[in-house]
C-alpha cells in the first residue's frame, strides 16, 4: 500500500505475450489512481518471437523487446492519459532482474502476467511471475483478463483468517478508487485437519474468532464505499477460494503472502501461492512492507 500523500508507484514487468497484454488490459479494474508513476520493464534474453508461418522472425532481441515497450506504453497511455511512463530494458535473468530493479525503485505495486512465452510456462504461472510473487517486498499482481459483471459494478474477494498479511490485504483493498457499485466478500476458509482420530473439524472457538472478524472487518469495508458480504466455511482452502471467486465472477482476490501458522514466516504461504496459480481472475498477493 502506497504512502498517503504520494504518488503511487507502479512496476510492470512486460514481455510481449498475450499474457502480458491481458495483464494491462485489466490494470482498468484495479481500482488504480488517475495519477502514478509507472515503470514498464521488459528483460533482454527472455524472447521468443516467431511469424504466423512458425518461422523465427529476423529481429534482434532488443529491437523485438524496443518495440514490446513502445506498444505496452502506448496502451497505457490510452487507458491512463495522466500517467508518467518510463520505459527499462534489461539484461539478464528475467525474474533476478525484476526484483533487483524493484529493490532499487521500491514500488507500491509490480504488475505481472499469469504465463510467460515458452510452452512450459504457458501451462502454469510463469517462473518469473511466480518468483516475482514469492520474493518481492510490495504487493504484486498477477493480471488476468476478466469482464466485468453485466449487472455491474467490480466485484472484489479478499481471503482473512486473522494474520497481519491478510489485514494488509483488506487495507490494500480499501486504499483502491472503486468505481460505484463495486462489491467486496470477505472469505475465511477452515482447513480440516488429519490426524490419529480422523479429520478434525474447527474448533467452536475458532468459527467465532472467523465469525468476529469478519463482523469487525465488515463496517470497514463498507465505510470504504463498497457493498459487503462474507463466507466462512471448512474445506481446502486455496480450492475453494478459487471455486468460490469463480461462482462469484469475481475481478480480483485479495490475498495475504502469508498466513497464520508455525510455517507461516519460512516461505510463502501456500494457499496463496496455490490461488495465485489456479485462479481465474487477476490475484494481488500483499506483502507487508519493510
Known sequence: MKIPGERMKILIAYDGSACSDAALDDLRNAGLPS????????????????????????LSEAAIIENSLARASARLAAQFPEWRLEERELAGMPGEQILALAREWSPDLILVGSHGRNWLQRMVLGSVSLRVLREARCTVRVGRRRPVPKNGGLRIMIAVDGSRHSEAAVQEAISRHWPAGTKARLITIHQPVAGIYGVGTATREELERAHANHERLLPVLRNAGLEASSII??????????????????????????????????????????????????????????
Open 233 to 290: 466455511d471448512e474445506d481446502n482452502v486455496a480450492s475453494r477460494i478459487v471455486y468460490e471467486s469463480e461462482q462469484w465472477s469475481a475481478n480480483c482476490i485479495f490475498i495475504g503472502a502469508r498466513g497464520l501458522g508455525p510455517m507461516a514466516s519460512l516461505f510463502l504461504g501456500s494457499v496463496s501461492s496455490a490461488v495465485a496459480e489456479r485462479a481465474h481472475c487477476s490475484v494481488e498477493i500483499v506483502h507487508l512492507r519493510d
Open 35 to 58: 495519477v502514478a508513476d509507472t515503470l514498464i520493464a521488459a528483460v533482454i534474453g527472455d524472447v521468443d518471437v516467431l511469424a504466423a508461418d512458425g518461422a523465427e522472425v529476423d
